[in-house]
T-cell receptor, first 110, second 114 residues
Framework: QKEVEQDPGPLSVPEGAIVSLNCTYS??????FMWYRQYSRKGPELLMY????GNKEDGRFTAQVDKSSKYISLFIRDSQPSDSATYLC??????????FGDGTTLTVKP | NAGVMQNPRHLVRRRGQEARLRCSPM?????VYWYRQLPEEGLKFMVY????????ESGMPKERFSAEFPKEGPSILRIQQVVRGDSAAYFC????????????FGSGTRLTVV
């Protein structure tokens, strides 16, 4: 069983929709939770990170962590065609090595 | 600020040849990480280096793969006697210190073994 499982998608939504991207994990030692966005043929770009449980908001993006359920989510409000990309969750127990999910490909249709 | 620079962007090697992938971290960053991404899969950690030191190589295959980050110059990921299964995108990331959360990634080197 993988340490990090990510909803595989692909996901296709109309412009303006609210998008929910989710990951579950099994390693209780994880305490740092990141979301990366990766455009085709490019390297991942760090979107947001949170430490331990709770919510964090940055513009149209909200990251949620529920350590009791070992479940994290990324919400995108008012989705735009430019949000079309692959989203990767990542987790680490401490700084250094991160464990990534396999990614969810999102398409936002105009 | 040039970001994390990886070269070459694309590399084609025949089975049995050596592949050398180079990574120059962002200015001011002294910590480098290498990840491999197979088609339709997420990134898999390979190795974490600081200047002249390997901090964590728990993701490196035991044979044929090696990495270094010398005092001067880029970090090098070296794959000897490549096989078709080594075909993947190899990403390098860097951070200013070892205590940072999240990295800055380069655009990757796409290795194709024919």
């Amino acid at each position: 069983q993988k340490e990090v499982e990510q909803d595989p998608g692909p996901l296709s939504v109309p412009e303006g929709a609210i998008v929910s991207l989710n990951c579950t994990y099994s390693n209780s030692a994880f305490q740092y939770f990141m979301w990366y966005r990766q455009y085709s043929r490019k390297g991942p770009e760090l979107l947001m990170y949170t430490y331990s449980s709770g919510n964090k908001e940055d513009g149209r993006f909200t990251a949620q962590v529920d350590k009791s359920s070992k479940y994290i989510s990324l919400f995108i409000r008012d989705s735009q065609p430019s949000d079309s990309a692959t989203y990767l969750c990542a987790m680490s127990a401490n700084a250094g090595k991160s464990t990534f999910g396999d990614g969810t490909t999102l398409t936002v249709k105009p | 600020n040039a970001g994390v620079m990886q070269n070459p962007r694309h590399l084609v090697r025949r089975r049995g040849q050596e592949a050398r992938l180079r990574c120059s971290p962002m200015k001011g960053h002294s910590h480098v990480y290498w990840y491999r991404q197979l088609p339709e899969e997420g990134l898999k950690f390979m190795v974490y280096l600081q200047k002249e030191n390997i901090i964590d190589e728990s993701g490196m295959p035991k044979e044929r793969f090696s990495a270094e980050f010398p005092k001067e110059g880029p970090s090098i990921l070296r794959i000897q006697q490549v096989v078709r299964g080594d075909s993947a995108a190899y990403f390098c990331a860097s951070s200013p210190t070892g205590g940072d959360i999240g990295y800055t990634f380069g655009s990757g080197t796409r290795l194709t073994v024919v």
